[in-house]
């Protein structure tokens, strides 16, 4: 620290650029390079020479309920990242699921915070053991997407520490992560990047968190305010409201030196876990960044499979009879699979495997499987197959992709492998299409009489035209978020009538004007177009002449999302009706749900079997094959209550009033409010079925009263009463005599053979009995008789029994 001067200080805790952090090769600092995200290492940029693993999304790692396979999945991940040459993952996401409608929900571990808390910390602990800093995020109270730039959430200070800061906590206290994330979010009238008492006080001082404190993307926007609160690093740069602006409110008097000195300690401290830091005077360690992906797909297969949650399944509808012989695979999501959600968690995936692909490598030729889409789930359109498409100078299949600077000079030309750009695929260096304009263009041929739709997806002025004429032209409404631009973009497109093998020369082009991010997705989209009666005629005829449908529903492609929230919880399009009906002549009919976040099931009790599979990553197909057949058990477990109906979803559409998101159900949030409302869901916080069936046959409690302030350890034994060997997530809840609050205390999983019994030893943690006092602003250790409910989900409980405390 004595070497460098204040300028030098301070021109460290500004990032480089929008995702690396500032190099000073004479102390030995190399600069940081990161990347998003939750469910992948994309690296600085999406490159088609650099491709990812796409990992089951968080929500699905939540729902294994299982921290060691968490620890195990997310050691690939951070593998993945150091061979990528990445420092610091920005990732976990540990807001909680406060309402089913949350955008962002895929990317959380679930509504309780104690499950949360637990499969956070052991992410952090699988990314970190290989060299790379997690970043956890978003501190605090970054729960919804709507208005998240700005939303004040009002929060009392008990639902603050006993709900929302119990994961950040957690990867702070149990497992020293490197990094937090302050949101874009007020917390109770002070910016999460301003707010000293959340930042200084209790993140740094009392939790003794010895890291970094980076800004959300653009989201720190004061000089003083900022940097006395207790934020170190500000993202991205190399503008922002330090630098220089820093320097002078250091001299003035306004920020103690200490205080830089401290920002300072904090990054070494992170580069030297990450490698980056040498001796002074030392070559500058070296980046070893090697193209991607690097993850054992096996792990990510088996965390898949073991997240896949069986929420029904009557007359034994799974596992597939060994001597099936003819299989339907039905639904647009069967077609059209969704393997991650949208924002920033996204990453260019290596390989991905359908669901179909999945099933035919593991059923084998001799069963007949016939795919039917059913209904499409989108109006949408999206990139074609480039079977489809030709370049239109050079041929190969691919776009041409031409950019003009805003005096119209062609600057860039080449070919795309899709007929799309985003704002992080890799350009050449000067080459930034911002004010410009983009050119799409490609030889289409259609692949079967019919109609086509085609259709150009951005910001500013669109232009489509198919075969030279104007097809369609519109200027696109500013996005309410950029990443509202990014996945789900403005579209002006037409339709065309076309014959099998016809080729058609599609040309879009899109400005941005002064839409200020510039491009964040360009498209030139293709589909053709299929009757509502001509899809469900079809997969009514292979529902009919199967032995079992497996009927593949979801949501589209982008309808999850940072950015933005959800506005129902329906299946979209017609998926409801074709369930329905595939159910009436197919009486095995397995339901898969491919969502990050829960559905509406009104069709529920009239089908076989329900499997929601989540935002399963690159290895879908493969996972729900092992399920299916019942090579694997699916043994997930609901991280999210499932709602009956939306007038019965306890809390709502996150709908800020003049600025302020109230958190009114305090600490009722998830399966704590339907008890307190009385609301039925669907399927309660926790449920999940096996292949086999479990007796809870004795809790033991100690005896006496327990000492307050002490962890507490039960006995619990479980039976295994079916025919074949199985898992059994066993779930302790607690009710205090305070206020009668029950929530999760403790889980673990029991492993056993047919007729074996098996004994748990289960930790409660000594702040499950506590309660925080507003008061005194500390955690109380009430004394009284607490209730220890054990069963298999928040609602199933079969064991009781009463403990005393004090």
Known sequence: MEELSLTEKIGLLTGADAFTLPALPRIGLRGLRTSDGPAGVRGTNMDPDDRSTSFPAPIALAATWDPALVDEVTRQLGHEAKAKGIDVLLAPTVNLARTPYGGRGFECFGEDPVL?????????????????????????????????????????????????????????????????????????????????????????????????VFSDWSAARSTVQTALAGLDLVMPGPDGPWGQALVEAVKAGRVPESLIDDKVARLLRMAELCGALGAPGDPVPAVEAHPGPHARRDVVRLTAARSFTLLRNVSTALPLPAGIGQLALIGPNAVHPVYQGGGSAEVGPAVTVTPYEGLRHALGPEVGITVAEGCAHSYRTSSPEPEYTEDPQDGGPGARLEIFDEDGALIYSGVRPDSELTFWDPLPEGVAPRAGKLVLSTLYTAEADGEYRFAVAGVGELRLEVDGALASEAIAPPPSDVMEAFSQPFESGCERELRAGQRVLLTASGQPGDYEPGFVRFRLAANRIRTAPELLGEALAAAGQADAAVVVVGVAQGEESEGYDRSTLALPGRQDALIEEVAAVCPRTIVVVNSGMPVLMPWAERVGAILQVWFPGQEFGHALADVLTG?????????????????????????????????????????????????????????????????????????????????VEIGVAVRNVGERAGTETVQVYLTRPVDGVSALAAFGRAVAEPGERVRLRLTLPARTFAHWDPRSHEWAQPAGAFVVKVGSSSRELPLRGELPVG
């Open 631 to 711: 090579l694997q058990e699916p043994t997930g477990r609901l991280p999210v209550s499932m709602p009956r109906s939306e007038p019965l979803v306890p809390v709502g559409i996150a709908k800020p009033q003049d600025g302020a998101l109230r958190y009114e159900e305090g600490l009722n949030v998830g399966y704590r409010a339907y008890a307190r409302t009385g609301f039925e869901p669907r399927y309660p916080f926790g449920h999940g079925l096996g292949y086999t069936e479990w007796e809870y046959e004795d809790l033991q409690l100690p005896l006496g009263p327990v000492h307050p302030g002490a962890d």
């Open 116 to 212: 949360a808390a637990r499969i956070a910390a052991a992410y952090v602990r699988g990314v970190q053991s290989q060299g790379v800093a997690a970043t956890v995020k978003h501190y605090v109270g970054n729960d919804s997407e709507v208005e998240r730039w700005t939303v004040d959430v009002r929060a009392d200070e008990t639902t603050l520490r006993e709900v929302y800061l119990v994961p950040f906590e957690a990867c702070v206290a149990e497992a020293e992560c490197a990094a937090v994330m302050a949101g874009y979010n007020s917390v109770n009238g002070i910016s999460m990047t301003e707010h000293e008492e959340l930042l200084n006080r209790v993140l740094k001082q009392e939790w003794g968190f010895q890291g970094v």
